[in-house]
């Protein structure tokens, strides 16, 4: 019965990409749409990312921020003023030529990301120092026209938040940018149960316009590391490209300094490929559509156990995110199965003996463990279960990426990782990009951060030898 029920989910030994696959259509996260590249995010799916969205968007507001919303389609000659920018997001814009029958008199770009846009609005907006900061995120949805795609990772259209600020000044505009990796990181461990790596991208891998882009990167179930955030220190490149003046206290006129950041539905995906099993999804309870599902077993005593089940979901609803599956048509064991697949935290069973008993049972998904509750306690125990279950997903994920974090100055050892291993890789690198390129050329893996939380030590370059004080960590990235 159990090996049915999981036959149609490929191991995920066996063939990694196909079980993500598998797992995403099984459980109902989303499905492949008629347009190339582009998905449909299911009912399921979009309540995980609705979770996600609000738990963001109330840090985002505490420390200050508004949101508002600019439109899809970007004027040619917007993207244009901004070379190296523009030049970075070429291949993967999508172009509107005509309206109805009529050819436009300029192209319209569809939203790859809103830098230009809101730019050109903010040198509308800002004249004096009395406007600054200007704190501003939008959630919205963004087209990249990708060459490969793959649900939730890479798709030609995608769902995000980007957060664009102005500031009088680089310190203000530095101290912006890293508070919101710290917030990024706080979303993603405290809530995601994913571990990350924090730190800065080289200038080959930094957005294409930024002075600095920062990031947090997390290691998936294969071995291959994700971005899971990145906040850019825009710099005044934008503020000149798009004329972003204001009238100081000082009575001259000056270029403000900016900062983008942003996180997308990439981050459903990383939660799929770290947590995971063979079984399908693992949900954190934090994020979980369902903490927890209520399985009356039935029988002979239906109305009896039935009365009992929504007495339970009464006492719990205004305090758990709880649902019942009373339906007839299936069987306790199918419906065990199920939800397990779909990653909920916490199974709770009720019968007539465990009535007889005055107890229900309490099954955790991440460990498979049972325990036997008496209803009056049932309350206090599921929610010390959901924060076990929240932490214990967390350390698990956090062994997982330690294990595979592994370290050498030695070329040759470098490309017998990568190739049997992969995991992050530390290694001593002199800051060329000649010699980042060769990584990548010979590996296939990118240098993925220079990391913040590294004791300085020197050590030669891993490509040329020179001495070197900085350690990087590479991988090969989705």
Known sequence: MENDFVKEITSKTEDFSQWYVDVILKTELADYSPVRGCMVIRPYGYALWENIQKLLDDR???????????????????????????????????????????????RLAVRPTSETIICNMYSKWIKSWR???????????????????????????????????????????????????????????????LPVIKGVKSESEKFAGALKTYTIEALMGDGRALQAGTSHNLGQHFAKAYDITYLDTDGQLKYVWQTSWGVTTRLIGAIVMVHGDDRGLKLPPVIAPIQAILVPILGKQKETVLAKADEILAQLKDDIRIEIDSRDEYTPGWKFNEWEMRGVPVRIEIGPKDIQKHQVVLVRRDTGEKYFVDESELLPRLKELLDDIQNNMFLQAKKFMDDNIRETDNFEEFREIIEAKRGFIKSHWCGSPDCEKHIKEQTGATLRCIPFSEELNTGKCIICGKESNTTAYFAKSY
């Not at 244009?80 to 029958?101: I, L, N, R, Y």
């Not at 990249?144 to 505009?173: I, V």
């Open 131 to 193: 406007d600054l900061p200007v704190l501003i995120n939008q959630w919205c949805n963004v087209v990249r026209w990708e060459k490969s795609t793959k649900p939730f990772l890479r798709t030609a259209e995608f769902l995000w938040q980007e957060g664009h600020t102005a500031h009088r000044t680089d310190t203000e505009a530095e101290e912006e940018t890293l508070r919101i990796l710290d917030i990024y990181q706080d979303l993603v461990e405290k809530d995601l149960s």
């Open 60 to 106: 985002l507001k505490a420390t200050g921020h508004k949101n508002a919303y600019f439109p899809l389609f970007i004027p040619e000659s917007l993207l244009q003023k901004e070379s190296e920018h523009v030049e970075g997001f070429a291949p993967e814009v999508a172009w509107v030529t005509h309206g109805g029958d009529e050819e436009l008199a300029e």
